[in-house]
Every structure is written in C-alpha cells, then in structure tokens.
C-alpha cells in the first residue's frame, strides 16, 4: 500500500513512535478545545432569574435557548375584538336557531363570535350544534367553569388584572387538553398499603419510584401536605395515625416535583431549600401555588369528576374515571401559562358568569 521507500526508511530507522503520538495527541486535543471554548463561548449559556434575598442562593437557571424558545401553542392563540353592542341589536335567543340558553342573551353578533372562537380553540367544528352531542353538555359546564376560574380565583389566574384564562389555556387547539391525569394506583395489586402505590415509574411520579397517588391525594382528596417533622420517632405518634411518616414526605415530595416540572422552575422558585419547613422564607409565588391546590381541587370535584356519565367511555381511564385538571393543564411546563398573556378583556362573556360589559 505505502510507497517502497517509506518502509525501507522505516526499517533502517525504528523509532517508538508512541510516546510521541500519545503526547502530540493529549496536547493537539487540549488546544483543540481551548480554541473551540475560546471562539464558541459557552456552547450552553444559561441565565438566572434570582428568587430570594441575596447570598441564599435562590435562583431558577434555564438554558439561554430554552428560556428564549416561546411555548409554540402560545404562538399560534387567535382572539377577536368583541362588538360593542348598539341598542335594538338582535339577541341570541331570538336571532339564533337554538342559541344555547346560557349564551341567549348575547348579541347576535358577539353570540357568533364567541361560539366561532370557541370551536376554534377546542378544536371542535360543531361544538354546541346540539342537544344530542355530550361535547354540548360539557361545554355548557366548561364555560360556566372558565367564569369561575375568571370571577373566583382571580387572586390566581389575574392577580395584576392583566391576565386570566379562557378555553385556550387548556385546550390549545385540542378537545381534549393536554397535561390532563388519571388515577393509576394501585402500581401493584401483589401487594397492599404503602407498597401498592410506590416503587413504579409512572408519569404522575414524575418518572421517579415515589408514590404515584400524590395528585389524587392532593389535588382531588385534599389529604394534608406534610412531611415527617423534626420530632424523635418515638416522640411522635405513629401508631394512631396523627403524625405524617416518612411515607408522607415522599408523597408530598411526588407533588413537589410534578409543580417543578409542570412550572418548568425548580425547588427554590417557591422556597428557600435550606428550611422547607419555614414559611417566613417561602417566595411569593409559593403563596400563589398554594392557592392554584385549592383551586385544582375545586376544579377537579365541581366540575370534572360529575362529568364521569356524561363523556363517553373511550374518554375515561383505565380506573373509570375523568380526565382530571392539574398544574400541567394550564401551565404546560411554563412559569406563567401561554406566558402571561391577556386572556380576557376580549372575551368579556368568559369573564364572570354576571352579564358582559363591553367598552
Ligand atoms: C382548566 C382547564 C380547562 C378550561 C379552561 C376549559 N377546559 Fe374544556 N376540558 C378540560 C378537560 C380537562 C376536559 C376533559 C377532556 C375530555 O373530555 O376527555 C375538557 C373537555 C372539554 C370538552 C369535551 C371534549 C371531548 O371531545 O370529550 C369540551 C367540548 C370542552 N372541554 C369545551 C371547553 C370550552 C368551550 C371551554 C371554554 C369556555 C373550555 N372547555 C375550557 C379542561 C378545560
Ligand atoms: C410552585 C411552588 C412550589 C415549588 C416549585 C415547590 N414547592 Fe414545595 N410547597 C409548595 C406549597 C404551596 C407547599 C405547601 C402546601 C400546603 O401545605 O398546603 C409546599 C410544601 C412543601 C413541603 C412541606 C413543608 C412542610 O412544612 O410540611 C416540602 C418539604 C416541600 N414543599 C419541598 C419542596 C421541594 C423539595 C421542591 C422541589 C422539588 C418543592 N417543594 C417545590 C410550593 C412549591
Ligand atoms: C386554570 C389554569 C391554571 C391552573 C390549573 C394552574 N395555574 Fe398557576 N397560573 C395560572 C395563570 C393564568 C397564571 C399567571 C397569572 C399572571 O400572568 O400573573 C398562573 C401563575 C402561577 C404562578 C406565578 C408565576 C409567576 O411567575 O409569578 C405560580 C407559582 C403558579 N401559577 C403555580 C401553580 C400551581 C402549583 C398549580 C397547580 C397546583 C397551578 N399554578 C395551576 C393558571 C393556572
């Protein structure tokens, strides 16, 4: 293959030819990548957002790239001005053939738009066409459930009036949202009690081994959130039951880790990770997301689970029950849904369940 006078070279000249490789190779390497970090910069540049007082620590750190990328569904919400109504203007309940009754009082014109956006938003071209499809029955109660969410939860959804939500927070697009769950436990049915709802990878542990039942505990049977305390283990009471074990802080940290992914933050966004324990050092935000636990509780029992006869078998799960709302639902993995986005002065109808008022 090599030329004739190269092998002879080679045999009147042996030389150890690897130390020499070997160390031209380290040293061409290490200038190799001094070049590539002295030209590229950080090939991965994150920032961070400080979350508490300084020298705690506290900050969430995202990549420059991800932070930077728009949530694409967010991208592509469309909304329509309302017409502001003028007197003598046509209502629903007259101008419509079957006007949803609690939409009759609208104008014609806001009737249309409304219904029009409404299917667009769901995806669901002949959504309230009619009596004998469920979708109408259950969007009947979807909409009453967007104007408590506007009207009673405020201090969540709009807490500087600027925000809010409407069908698109959920469904982008979709009839059914995405981030929705369903109960999985029992993970084994080999085995009873604690065993039975941990030590599996499910996606409602957040891909871990904790246990899998946090959000219907937390987020549907409105089981206290506890860890064990700073108390001897014979100090406390077990037995009977009053004291939350060690079990109890698995599940809570189950929870605590489904509000870090469906938030896209971490830990120290809503405390200060050296005292878990103490309130005075939680964030603001934590006060907000201990009001969305009450809220998704409401969200789940008033609204959700009474749907259980009306949706249609291949919606359910594999336990018989609903689609159940959590953080995900709506945050779909970002710190404020559809990035903190007026929701609302268009859609004065979603606000409240009280008449629209149009300015
Ligand atoms: C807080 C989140 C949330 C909001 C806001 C919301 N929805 Fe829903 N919606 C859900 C969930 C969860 C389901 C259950 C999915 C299913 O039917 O399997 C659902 C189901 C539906 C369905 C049934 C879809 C099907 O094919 O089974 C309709 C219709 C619907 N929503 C309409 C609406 C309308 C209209 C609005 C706005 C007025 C709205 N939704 C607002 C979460 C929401
Ligand atoms: C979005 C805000 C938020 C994030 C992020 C968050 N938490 Fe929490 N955490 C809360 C709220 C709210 C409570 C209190 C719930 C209640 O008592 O009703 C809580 C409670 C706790 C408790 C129980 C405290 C006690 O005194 O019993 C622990 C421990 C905890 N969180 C740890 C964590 C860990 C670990 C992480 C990161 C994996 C985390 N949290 C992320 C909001 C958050
Ligand atoms: C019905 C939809 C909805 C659900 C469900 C929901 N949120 Fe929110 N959340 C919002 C909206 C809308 C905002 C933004 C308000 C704004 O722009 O100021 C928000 C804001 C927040 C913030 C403040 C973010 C910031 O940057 O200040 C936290 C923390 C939060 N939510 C936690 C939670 C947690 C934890 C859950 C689940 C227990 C949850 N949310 C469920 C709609 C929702």
Not at 185 to 207: D, H, I, L
Request: aromatic share 8%.
């Amino acid at each position: 293959m090599l030329p004739k006078w190269y092998d002879r070279w080679i045999a009147e000249n042996p030389k150890d030819i690897y130390g020499p490789a070997i160390l031209i190779g380290v040293v061409g390497g290490a200038v190799l990548v001094a070049a590539l970090l002295v030209t590229w910069g950080r090939p991965l540049p994150v920032e961070a957002v400080q979350t508490g007082p300084r020298g705690t620590g506290m900050s969430v750190t995202k990549f420059v790239a991800d932070a930077a990328t728009p949530d694409p569904t967010a991208a592509a919400y469309s909304t329509v001005p309302p017409v502001v109504p003028q007197i003598g203007d046509p209502r629903a309940a007259t101008g419509v053939p079957n006007a949803e009754p609690l939409l009759a009082d609208l104008t014609v014109a806001n009737y249309e738009r409304l219904v029009n956006q409404m299917r667009i938003w769901t995806g669901i071209p002949d959504l309230l066409a009619g009596e004998e499809n469920y979708q109408t029955v259950v969007a009947r109660r979807m909409i009453q459930m967007t104007q408590n969410l506007n009207e009673n939860w405020s201090g969540h959804v709009n807490p500087n009036g600027n925000a809010g939500v409407n069908c698109y927070t959920c469904h982008r697009g979709q009839p059914v949202p995405s981030g929705v769950w369903f109960k999985v436990t029992p993970v084994s049915n080999a085995t009873a009690g604690w065993a039975a709802v941990q030590n599996r990878v499910t996606p409602v542990s957040g891909s871990t081994s904790l246990p899998s039942d946090a959000l219907e505990k937390y987020l549907l049977e409105a089981e206290v959130i506890a860890v064990h305390d700073l108390e001897s283990r014979v100090a406390q009471n077990v037995t009977d039951g009053s004291s939350p074990t060690w079990q109890n802080a698995e599940r809570t940290f189950s929870l605590m880790n489904y509000f870090d992914n469906a938030l896209g933050v971490n830990c120290v966004f809503c405390h200060n990770s050296r005292a878990f324990y103490d309130v005075s050092q939680n964030t603001p935000q934590w006060a907000l997301a201990q009001l969305a636990i009450g809220m998704v509780q409401e969200l789940n029992n008033d609204y959700m689970v009474p749907l259980t006869e009306v949706l249609p078998p291949e919606r359910l799960g594999a336990q018989g029950d609903v689609p159940k709302i959590g953080c995900l639902t709506c945050h779909k993995g970002y710190q404020k849904p559809m990035g903190g986005m007026d929701m609302i002065s268009d859609w004065p109808e979603l606000a409240s369940s009280a008449p629209p008022v149009y300015q």
